[in-house]
Structures are given as structure tokens and as C-alpha cells.
């Protein structure tokens, strides 16, 4: 197999190819066009707000489900407050988070395009229902993770549910949640040119018809605008840590 790899011809097609996405033999290459750059700039902008969107659609229903999902919140063992429905939610609750996870974004993508008309929503509604399912099973382990003494000070204290966990387990679960919430943004910035393929919009859709086409230094400045995006969300989970601390 390895020699097969290695065929005159495969070394032929990678010179090509490599050879293409340099400009070799393109007179007028795209990444020195400034026509090309507008277009790919605006397109980096739509995949930054799909991306923006996605996050913000899993965090939403990640924080709306997480309290019932973890284990120590449904055996009491946190709150020392044991209800027979705590365990059917925790179970409810787990399966859709592992139903949400286990289907990859593409095939989300490729479902919801048949409700919605192509665009950024229907991208963005794919990454949050992927991300989702990730993001509630880590904050989950985090809240399971707590120390339990302080919020059953609390609880024995009379405090109410929604003040237990908005002064007893939120501010010491948000540092791990931001991080992770930065964490998943940052795999959903480059994994938006996977939905693109199906038609979800962004640098993905361009990036897939300049493959179809052989454009080569399309798709090398498409690459490059993928890089900026990257370098954006290094620097906005870089600031946001600094900040958290």
C-alpha cells in the first residue's frame, strides 16, 4: 500500500496539486487579488457569526439542562435533597445529551437543510445541536466534581433552589464553564467548513465549489482565511481566561 502511495503518478497529481495552491502556472493567483480577498473576507465574517450563533445556542440549552444531568444533583448527594423524579430527569436528560453528540454535525446538517433554506442558520442550528450534547456531558462532570459542603450549608440554611445554585454552585463551576464554552467554540470555528459542504453556508460552501472547480489558489486563500479566524479565537479564549482570573 505504501508503495502504491508512493506511485509516479500519486507524485505527479501532489505536484499539481501543491504546485496549484501556490500559484504556479496562474498568471493571476487569488490570493493577490484583492477582488478575491473582499469576497473571502465577507464570507470569514458569515462563518464567524455561524460559529458566534452555534456556541451561543448550545451554552443557551447546555445551562438550561445541565443541573438535572449531573448525577450528584439526582442522588441528592450535593444538595442533600433526595426526589423520586430527580433520577427519571438525570435519565432523560443523559440520553438526549448523548443523542445530540452522537450524530456528527454534517448529518445534522444535511437533515435540518431539508426544513430550512441553505444559509448560516441551519449551519449554526447544526453546530449547537452537536455541541450541545458535548458541552451539558462536561459541565455535568464539573458540577459532579464540587465539593458538596458548601452548598449543603446552604441548603440547611433554608436557601432555595435557585439561590443554591446561583450562590453556591455557579460560582464555582463558571471559570471550568467558560473554559470549556471557549473550548468548543474554538473545534466549531473549524469544523463549520464541514456543514459547508452541504450547502449551511460560509467559507465552507466556497470552500467546497473551489474544490469542484480546481480552482487551487481560491482554495489557498479560503485556507487562509480559515487561519484568521483561528488566530481570532486564540486571542478571544486567551483574553477571556486572562480576564476570568
Not at 479565537?233 to 482570573?245: C, G, I, L, W, Y
Amino acid at each position: 500500500q505504501l508503495f502504491e502511495l508512493l506511485s509516479d503518478k500519486n507524485i505527479e497529481y501532489a505536484k499539481k496539486f501543491f504546485g496549484g495552491l501556490i500559484g504556479l502556472n496562474d498568471a493571476n493567483p487569488a490570493f493577490f487579488n484583492a477582488g478575491s480577498w473582499s469576497a473571502a473576507l465577507k464570507l470569514t465574517l458569515e462563518t464567524l457569526e455561524m460559529s458566534i450563533m452555534a456556541i451561543g445556542f448550545a451554552t443557551i440549552a447546555a445551562f438550561l439542562t445541565v443541573i438535572p444531568a449531573a448525577r450528584n444533583i439526582a442522588n441528592g448527594g450535593l444538595t442533600s435533597s433526595k426526589k423520586w423524579y430527580n433520577w427519571i430527569l438525570y435519565g432523560i436528560v443523559r440520553i438526549i445529551y448523548i443523542f445530540s453528540r452522537s450524530v456528527p454535525e454534517l448529518v445534522w446538517a444535511m437533515m435540518i437543510i431539508f426544513i430550512f433554506k441553505p444559509g448560516l442558520l441551519p449551519g449554526a442550528i447544526a453546530l449547537a445541536l452537536h455541541n450541545f450534547g458535548i458541552l451539558g456531558k462536561l459541565w455535568a462532570e464539573v458540577i459532579e466534581d464540587m465539593d458538596p459542603r458548601p452548598i449543603r450549608n446552604l441548603a440547611s440554611a433554608g436557601a432555595s433552589k435557585i439561590q443554591i445554585f446561583f450562590y453556591g454552585i455557579l460560582p464555582s463551576v463558571l471559570p471550568r464553564f467558560l473554559t470549556y464554552i471557549l473550548y468548543r467554540w474554538e473545534v466549531i470555528m473549524r469544523t463549520t467548513i464541514v456543514v459547508g459542504f452541504v450547502g449551511a453556508g460560509g467559507l465552507g460552501m466556497e470552500f467546497k465549489l473551489a474544490m469542484s472547480y480546481f480552482q487551487y489558489t481560491e482554495i489557498t486563500l479560503l485556507l487562509l482565511c480559515y487561519m484568521i479566524l483561528v488566530i481570532i479565537a486564540d486571542f478571544a479564549s486567551e483574553s477571556t481566561r486572562k480576564a476570568v482570573k
